[in-house]
């Protein structure tokens, strides 16, 4: 059932939907999500042996409520939890050897829903039976978790919006009909994108780690023009798409943000988690993003202050949602400046940290982590990204012996792109570019492959094994690659 066919409600359900929250005093904190239809009570979810968990209703939307349960599992042990009958078992984060998928980029751009499934989700369906076989302990998903690019159809006058030129899309005012169909379409299309099969039975048993990226949005959101970004219907589609990512993809409230988050006022929607061992460090790069820049103080601050607040010795990783180590696309964009009729890719190439507009932010960003990586508490730094719908790594070595790794994987079910995309890139990263005096940036293939980018969708996986990291990508149709230290 799609978001414009929503008459039965009764029939859109979503959950349990499990968040990751971290470590605290009883054990890793996790959320549950649970949306069921307004009439029905909620649901009962109990830990194996315990009371029922106590459930908070955070939402009541289109007829359907959203219900919250919070609780701890072991640091180090199995546990089970329950959602009235149906029971559910979760992995410790926190044992010698532990697994984690990262995934990006679930959807396209066009008629998302009216793929056949089975072809859509096909890494999906491989991701939940590898889990069913060797259990994952987190789920980390890195950007695109939707593909809301069709909200710009839901409602003839933000059609009649979108058709026009950047620059004149002040003139179409708001009407309150526009903004409920902005917001019905977001709140269905998750329901409808996170009920399906393979992400459920997933999201139901490993605890996910989410930050949303443009698409969440409206493809290229921030790296448009002013004009477009700052109208009356611009403003509504950030608006609703903020209030359900908020939802969703962190189970939360405008004004109650889980303790995580960097900003409590929610000026920046970043994060960071911490686990024995182990911190995950989680940047928003659309709140505040703008075609001038990627982060205003909020998000900086929350984001430099997590790297150097982070206990010595813990494997870091940082999910940027756009590669952190890229190619040299200044040049891309010094080469549309004379091109007479421009290619409409100019937003494609904002949304990079390689853009030269965003040189010195991309600087900081990179400084944070060698900074980190090179110090005494540094236990290793590693960047996961998505966005380019294609596979590839990248290294920045250090001075001091370090290596600070790029694993990009992307995307879980966006096609591959077709024609000479991959290989022009793979021309671009040969030139290769540090923005940080004394280091050196890599791009390179994938363990066992010549190209530098691989053209097929994709997961990664991350191993701990003691103290010893790993990452393998599972590839559609090459398959599995050898494991890569990290």
Known sequence: MSEQNDGDLGRLRAGPILYARGQGPDGNRVAALLVRPEAEAAPEVRLEGQA???????ASLFGAGIWRYEFSVPEDAPAAYAVDSERYEIQPVDAPAMRIAYVSCNGQEEGDLDRDVSERDVMWSRLAREHEDHPFALLLQGGDQLYADDVLRCHPDVEAWAALPMARRGEIGLTDEMTEAIRRFYFFRYLVTFSRPAFAALSARVP???????????????????????????????????????????????????????????????????????????????????????????????????????????????????????????????????????????????????????????????????????????????????????????????????????????????????????????????????????????????????????????????????????????????????????
């Open 52 to 58: 029922p968990i106590r459930p908070r209703l955070i």
């Open 208 to 486: 996910s780690v989410m930050m949303w990226d443009d698409h969440d949005i409206v493809d290229g959101w921030g790296s448009h023009p002013a004009s477009m970004l700052d109208s009356a219907v611009g403003r509504a589609l950030f608006v609703a798409a903020r209030e359900m990512f908020l939802l969703f993809q962190l189970a939360a409230l405008e004004g109650d943000l889980p303790d995580i988050a960097f900003d409590p006022r929610g000026r920046t929607l970043g994060f960071a988690l911490r686990y024995r061992g182990l911190s995950l460090i989680v940047p928003d790069l659309r709140s505040e993003r703008r075609p001038d820049r990627v982060m205003d103080a909020p998000g900086w601050d929350g984001f430099v202050g997590a790297v150097a607040e982070t206990p010595p010795g813990d494997r870091v990783l940082v999910l940027s949602s756009v590669p952190a180590l890229g190619p040299r696309l200044s040049l891309v964009e010094a080469t549309l400046d004379v091109v007479p009729h421009r290619s409409g890719f100019e937003d494609d190439l904002r949304d990079q940290w390689q853009s030269r507009v965003h040189r010195d932010e991309w600087r900081r960003f990179l400084e944070a982590l060698a900074e980190r990586a090179g110090s005494e508490a540094g236990g290793g730094v590693t960047v996961l990204s998505g966005e380019i719908h294609l596979a590839t790594r990248g290294e920045m070595r250090l001075s001091g012996g370090a290596t600070i790794h790029q694993l990009v994987a992307s995307g879980i079910s966006h096609p591959a792109p077709l024609g000479t995309y991959p290989i022009l890139l793979g021309l671009l990263a040969r030139l290769g570019e540090s923005p940080v005096e004394g280091t050196k940036i890599r791009i390179l293939p994938l363990p066992g492959s010549r190209s530098t980018y691989c053209a097929e969708r994709n997961y990664l996986v991350l191993a701990r094994e003691d103290e010893a990291w790993t990452a393998v990508w599972e590839l559609e149709k090459s398959l599995r690659t050898s494991k890569l230290p990290i």
